[in-house]
C-alpha cells in the first residue's frame, strides 16, 4: 500500500520532502492562478485600498507619518498594522493595479500550507499525516474567501506568523541547542501575528494543548513559560475589542439575551463541522437566522444536543485518542474567539474564520486514514482501498469546488449576486450589489437594489446612505437630503452624511442648517479644515462677517486654501 508507514524514527527523507512540496505548490497553483487577475471588490478593499489615502505616504519625509499612524490607529474596526504596512508597500509599487496584492494573499497562502506540512511533521513526525493535512488546507473551499480577497490580508498574514511560530516552539522542545533563540523567536514570531490579525491571541492555549499532546502536561514549569504569551494576549485582546467598539460592530447582532446567543454559538459550531465535510452553498455573507412568531427555525435548538452527542461519541470511544483530542482542542481553541457567545460582526458565520481552525479537523482525517493505511497488507485490504478511492474523490472534489469558488471573487458583482442567490438577500447584500452595479454604472440596478435592501430592512443605515450618495451624485439634492435624514436619524454622528447633508444645504441657501451640520462636524472631527471654511461661507451669507471671518482664518490655519480677497473683504465689513 502506497499510503503505509511505520511511524518515522529517521529524519525526514529528502525525496518525500521534495515530491510533497512540489505538489502541494502545484495543486495550490492550480486552484488559485487564474483568480489572480479577479478585481478589487466593493467589500472593504474600497476601504483597505482603493479610497484609503492612508496607505499612499510610503514615501520620502512621510515614511515616518505612515508608520506612526499605522501603529497608532484602528483601521475598519481593526488593529492590524503589519497589515496595513503590506497594503502600503504595494501602493508604493504597484498604485491600484489589484493583481499584485492577489499574487501576495497568494504567496501567502502557498507558504501557510508548506507551514501547515512542517508542522504536522514536526508535530506528529508521520509523512503521510502531514501531507493529508496540508494538502486539505491547500484545497477546501472554506478557505478560498481568505485567499481571494484581497481585504483578507490580515488571515493569510497572521497565518504565517502563527505557523512560523509552531514550529519553532517545536523546535524549542525538541531541541537541545540554543532552545532560548528559539523561545524568544517564538514569541517576536507571536507578536507579529498579532499586529497581523486579532484572532492570533489564542496562540498560547494552542501551545497549551500541543503540551498536552506531547505528554509535557501543564506543570509550573510549562504554564511559566506561557506568561509573556498570555500577557501579550490580554494586551491584544483589549485592543481588538476597543477596534470593534469604534466602528461599532460589537451592537450588530440581533438578539440579546444570553441563552440565544449560546444557541447560535452551538449552531455556528455545528454548521462549521457540517461545511468541514459538505463545502457546498458556500457564501460570502450568511444571515443570521430569522425568527418566525418568536421561535428560530428547529435546527438552532437541536445544535445544542447534537453537540452533546458527538462529544459524548468522543468521550466514549476516543477519549484516550490524543491525535483526535488535540485535533478538536485546535480546533476549538482556534474558532472560540468568533463564536457568537461573543457578538461581533452581523452575519452569523463566515468562511475565513474557518482557516486556521480546520488545521485541527485535517489533522484527524490524515491521522485516520494514515492509521487504516497502516494495517498489515493482509487485513482490512478493502477497507484501506475504499478509504483511499474515498479520500482522493473528496480531494479532487474540493480542487473544483475550490476552483469554482474563486471565479465568485471575480467582480463585486458575481460576488454579492451569489450571497443573494445561496441566502435568499439581505440588506446587507442588496446594498452593497446596488453599489457594485453604480461603480460599474448600471445606475437602474443600482436604485433597485438600494430600494430592495430598504424594503427588506427599513432601519438598516448603510442602505440610505448608499441611496443617498447614489442620488447625491445624480444631482438629486431633494431626495438625498431624505435619505441622509433618515441615516441620521439612525445615527447621527455618521460624519460622511452629515457633510454631503451640510453641502446640500448650502446648495439649497438653508444656511443655518448648514451652520448646525458644519457645527456638528467640527465637534467630532476639530481639525477639519473644509468644515470652518463652508461653515464662514454660510455666515457670510447670513451677513454674519464677524463669524465668517473667524472660521475663515481657522480653515486657513489648518491648511485649506483660502483667497486672499475673501480675507480682505471680511475684514473691511467689520
Known sequence: MIMTEKKAKSPLSNSFFLVALLILVLVTSAIYMKSLNNRFTCWDDQLYVVDNTDIRTLHGDSVYY?????????????????????????????????????????????????????FIWLLAKRHWIAFITALLFAVHPMHVESVA????????????????????????????????????????????????KGMAICFPFVLFAIDLFLSRGITRKTFVEK???????????????????????????????????????????????????FPIHLSMFYNYPIKINGWYPSAIYISPFILILFAGLIYKYQKNNKEVLFGLAFFVINIFIVLKVVPVGNAIMADRYSYMSYIGLFFILGYFINKIADLPSTQQKQLKNFVVIVFSLYSIVCCYLSFQRTKIWKNS??????????????????????????????????LNDFNQAIK???????????????????????AALMDYNKVLKLDPHQLECLIKRAEIFLTLKQYNNAIADYTTIIQLNPTYAAAYYFRGEAYFNLHLNKFALDDILKAKKLGYPVDKKMIELLSSSI
Not at 505557523?163 to 507571536?190: D, G, I, M, P, R
Open 456 to 478: 427588506l430592512d427599513s432601519n438598516y443605515a448603510e442602505a440610505y446612505r448608499s441611496r443617498g450618495s447614489f442620488y447625491y451624485i445624480m444631482q438629486n439634492n431633494n
Open 227 to 277: 506568561i509573556p504569551f498570555l500577557i501579550l494576549s490580554i494586551i491584544f485582546g483589549y485592543i481588538a475589542i476597543q477596534a470593534q467598539k469604534a466602528l461599532g460592530a460589537l451592537d450588530n447582532i440581533p438578539s440579546t439575551s444570553f441563552i440565544e446567543k449560546l444557541l447560535l454559538a452551538c449552531y455556528e459550531l455545528m454548521m462549521y463541522g457540517w461545511k468541514f465535510i
Open 149 to 196: 480577497w484581497i481585504s483578507e490580508r490580515k488571515d493569510v498574514l497572521y497565518a504565517f506568523f502563527f505557523l512560523s511560530a509552531l514550529c519553532t516552539y517545536l523546535l524549542y522542545l525538541q531541541k537541545e541547542e540554543k532552545k532560548k533563540v528559539f523561545y524568544w523567536l517564538t514569541f517576536l514570531l507571536f507578536t507579529f501575528s498579532c499586529f497581523s
Open 413 to 446: 458583482i458575481n460576488l454579492f449576486t451569489d450571497a443573494i442567490e445561496k441566502q435568499e438577500g439581505s440588506a446587507f447584500t442588496f446594498t452593497y450589489r446596488g453599489i457594485s452595479y453604480f461603480y460599474d454604472q448600471q445606475y437602474s440596478n443600482a
Open 66 to 118: 505612515t508608520l506612526k499612524k499605522t501603529f497608532t490607529t484602528y483601521s475598519v474596526g481593526n488593529y492590524h498594522p503589519l497589515t496595513m504596512l503590506s497594503y502600503c508597500l504595494e501602493y508604493d509599487l504597484f498604485k491600484l493595479r489589484s493583481k499584485p496584492y492577489h499574487v501576495t494573499n497568494f504567496v501567502l497562502h502557498t507558504l501557510n500550507v508548506l507551514l501547515v506540512f512542517v
